[in-house]
């Protein structure tokens, strides 16, 4: 008799206290989480000097764990060393100061990624990132490259030109360089999202890495034989990328077929 | 006169560099011979007057050694290692000579395609940039230091380094793929596979690994014969060599007779390194249950 008049305040107060409980934890952990938007994430100190402006960038990715998708990057640009210096800053106020040195580069945020473009880049059907997908899976947990260089590429394609029944026997093999097996992203099954939202997914899993598009804007609607971007890991054993996505960029940039690798 | 002198000294004998080269100066104008007899002026304990001169004389040992035996002035340029010994063709690589008589103004050569731009020395090492062309002679190329007193030994060697094969190294890890796998991947309908992950490692034709960060490395598949899984196209990419010249390779096949079959498909691997492409092909042999790169 003693237990049971014990036990049901016991529940009656559980059953009162809980949603007090659950919206007091909501409550706390609003108050506790850092500003929302990535870009007014504070930084006591970023120091770049003689760096290209990817690599300034890639410092500022590395250094806060911000992901990034470089929209537009004109290689010319890679050859231009940089120098910024700023003490009590912001995320947002670095990348304002790296941009402001190179003229036509633009930002902004979205899905926690720090996006740099520019105000000419085309939209819509003349832009392969904004092509919605009506799924995208990666079917368990993968390497963040294969997921960016290899399934993203291989399910755009399977809308852009959907296969053709065939008989016989039928396969594909592939070889996708770079990248390390510890940075492991998914399982995710998304629906009716854009490849630009795809690849922030990927790369703001971890926050630890950027994707590059490699095309100039005029080819943006194309997705050539190599792939249309690169994804650079922030743990990758490289600390400077100018001279590779130079080499990389110039290839696709002085193309006239449109981005196709020689 | 010799003994004032070293009183002036004073505590600062036995270690600052300003009385070392003032017993040095003595030492060239001869006057240091009576030091060790001077002692009668000094008033001052004598045991650590004796302990300051042995110090004193050990010091002067030295200077006068390195002074006579090592000899900057007179002698002949000598180099004992290059460092590192090799580079890549068409890029510029930062070198250290070191050896000795670098001395005065010294110049550096290493032979055709190489343009040398000498850094900062001293007696013992040289500093330099080796910007090999991208048309210079593979293989060995003798370097000489050059300064008033001659040229040096013209034994070692700067080896420049021609990409030749991107070479197996080792095994990452390795799954079968299943037919949901091989959807996400782009494979046909119904299909199943396998991957397979690899190091693979820049090397010249002499087998040594080409140690420089950042070459772009590029690679094209070629379905061969045998083809039993029916590879008719791949995806393949570009990345950059690490610090070692390495970078990692994922391999994958999907095919609508997997996982049954026990076929295979013989693919050729090219590769370029910075846009020239290599001497060596690797085979990549194409199985349900197995990929394999040049055997391994």
């Given amino acids: 008799m003693r237990q049971i008049t014990l036990r049901i305040p016991v529940f009656f107060l559980m059953l009162l206290l809980c949603p007090w409980a659950k919206s007091h934890s909501l409550q706390q952990r609003q108050l506790a989480d850092p500003p929302t938007g990535i870009a007014e994430k504070r930084i006591r100190a970023f120091d770049v000097e003689g760096l290209s402006m990817l690599d300034a960038l890639l410092r500022l990715g590395r250094q806060e764990q911000v992901p990034l998708g470089i929209e537009y990057l004109d290689p010319r640009d890679l050859d231009k060393p940089i120098s910024v210096h700023l003490r009590g800053t912001s995320v947002g106020a670095v990348v304002k100061a790296i941009l402001n040195q ?33 799924e995208f899976s990666t079917s368990g947990r993968t390497a963040l490259v294969t997921a960016t260089n290899l399934m993203l590429p291989a399910q755009l394609q399977r809308y852009l030109n959907p296969p053709k029944p065939t008989s016989g026997v039928s396969g594909v093999a592939g070889s996708v360089l770079g990248g390390r097996i510890e940075n492991q992203v998914g399982p995710l099954h998304l629906r009716n999202v854009t490849v630009r939202q795809v690849l922030n997914r990927l790369v703001s899993e971890h926050k630890n890495a950027a994707w590059v598009i490699l095309a100039p804007p005029a080819h943006l609607d194309r997705l050539p034989e190599k792939g249309l971007w690169y994804v650079i890991e922030y743990n990758a054993p490289q600390n400077q990328w100018s001279e590779f996505m130079g080499t990389l960029l110039r290839e696709y940039w002085s193309s006239e077929s449109g981005g196709k690798r020689k | 006169m010799e003994s004032a002198a070293l009183s002036a000294g004073g505590a600062g004998w036995l270690s600052n560099l300003v009385s070392v080269a003032t017993v040095d100066n003595l030492l060239h104008k001869g006057q240091v011979k009576g030091v060790s007899g001077g002692s009668a002026g000094i008033s001052a304990d004598w045991t650590a007057f004796r302990y300051s001169l042995n110090h004193i004389t050990d010091e002067c040992d030295e200077i006068v050694t390195s002074k006579r035996g090592n000899g900057t002035d007179n002698v002949k340029p000598k180099i004992t290692s290059i460092s590192p010994p090799r580079g890549l063709i068409g890029v510029t690589t930062s070198v250290s000579i070191s050896g000795s008589g670098f001395g005065g103004n010294p110049t550096v050569n290493a032979g055709t395609g190489i343009t040398v731009t000498r850094g900062t020395f001293n007696d013992t090492q ?23 007193q001659g040229t040096s030994n013209s034994d070692k060697v700067f080896y420049v380094q021609v990409p030749y094969s991107a070479t197996f190294i080792s095994q990452i890890s390795a799954t079968t793929l299943s037919q949901a796998q091989c959807s996400t991947l782009g494979g046909p309908p119904g299909s199943a596979g396998y991957q397979r992950w690899v190091t693979l490692e820049l090397r010249d034709s002499a087998s040594q690994a080409i140690q420089r960060s950042g070459v772009t490395v590029d690679d094209q598949l070629t379905p061969s014969t045998p083809n039993d899984l029916g590879i008719g196209s791949g995806t393949t990419g570009s990345t950059g060599t690490d610090s070692a010249g390495r970078w990692p390779d994922h391999f994958y096949v999907c095919s609508t007779v997997c996982p049954g079959s026990t076929g295979q498909s013989n693919v050729n691997q090219s590769w370029t390194a910075n846009g020239t492409g290599l001497g060596h092909v690797n085979v990549v042999i194409y199985k349900c249950n197995s990929i394999t790169v040049d055997g391994h």
């Fill in chain 2, 126 to 148: 040289i500093q330099a940039s080796f910007a090999v062309a991208s048309n210079a002679p593979a293989g060995n190329h003798n370097v000489t230091v050059t300064t008033a």
């Fill in chain 1, 102 to 134: 190179r003229a036509g580069y633009t930002w902004r945020v979205e899905n926690g990624v720090v996006l740099i473009g520019h105000p000419g880049l085309p939209s819509g059907d003349r832009n392969l990132l904004d092509r919605l997908l009506p």
